[in-house]
């Protein structure tokens, strides 16, 4: 079961920075784990939102908050442990692997509970459903570079959190991960020229692990998922 060169010159788009604020602040007080409705249609209800080139620029945003914010507790999380221990491992933004390998038991994943009331699969999963969708226009709206790169970034947060933090892979996770993957190709096929995969990435292309999904309203086997899979399929095409 399967779930779900710069562009051309930026400088004649035009931003309405005051709507941008209004939408972002819209997005978190609306919609999210505090709102009415389960993820999957609440980030459906989002995704319309973001089909100009404002919603465009607000999905960046989305997506550079989150992975900012994400960061930032690990990091902290490392300094409190090598405050503890004296070593603390190294939070490298390109590849977390090596750091959930050597302190998982110590770190708190970071994509629930961020500051700002963004959540993964609301906010998240629409921002990088319009990105991708949009892909040729992303590219002229944003600077295509950082968004890819914390695609990606959140994209590794995702499957560590499965890996090593015990985060349930229901549904709404699959969700997430494979629209990650489909707006990363999108987005370099709209590039023209992509920067190389980040490591995390051509890791899991090499290994071959399926993932049960569970039903994101009940405890039971809905379908399965293989990361490395989708992503060999999506992004060596």
């Known amino acids: 079961m399967r779930f779900f060169r710069s562009g051309p010159d930026r400088r004649q788009v035009q931003h309405d920075p005051g709507r941008r604020q209004e939408l972002l602040l819209d997005l978190r007080q609306r919609f999210g784990a505090h709102a009415q409705g389960r993820f999957a249609e609440q980030a459906g209800a989002i995704v319309p939102l973001l089909v100009d080139d404002d919603g465009l620029a607000v999905a960046a945003a989305v997506l550079h908050e989150v992975a900012d914010a994400a960061h930032a507790q690990l990091l902290a999380d490392v300094a409190e442990l090598n405050r503890r221990t004296g070593h603390g491992p190294v939070a490298d933004r390109r590849n977390y692997r090596p750091l959930w390998q050597a302190a998982g038991s110590h770190l708190r994943w970071p994509l629930f509970g961020l500051p700002g009331g963004l959540h993964p699969y609301v ?28 695609l990606f970034e959140v994209l590794d947060l995702t499957l560590t959190g499965w890996e090593f933090a015990r985060v349930r892979v229901d549904t709404d996770a699959a969700a997430l991960a494979e629209r990650l993957i489909s707006a990363a190709r999108d987005l370099r096929a709209a590039m023209g020229e992509p920067p ?20 994101s309203a009940a405890n039971r086997i809905v379908g399965a998922f293989n990361p490395g899979r989708t992503m060999r399929e999506s992004l060596l095409a």
Request: hydrophobic letters at 40%.
């Open 123 to 150: 906010q998240v999963t629409a921002a990088v459903t319009a990105l991708g969708t949009q892909a040729r226009r992303t590219v002229r709206v944003t600077d295509p570079r950082p968004v890819l790169a914390h």
């Open 196 to 215: 190389p995969l980040p490591p995390p990435v051509r890791e899991w292309m090499r290994r071959n692990t399926t993932v049960d999904v569970h039903d």
